[in-house]
């Protein structure tokens, strides 16, 4: 159930980031806004 939700959690994460990503004209500001949210 848990391994179930976190997979739910990256995916809604992944369309997240995909459809602010595209509001940022290079990929480093993308990867830095994604390792933010993942807490890297």
Do not use: C, F, T
């Amino acid at each position: 159930m848990i391994k179930e939700s976190g997979q739910a959690w990256d995916r809604e994460l992944e369309d997240l980031l995909l459809r602010v990503g595209e509001h940022y004209g290079r990929v480093e500001p993308r990867r830095r806004m994604r390792d933010y949210i993942h807490g890297n």
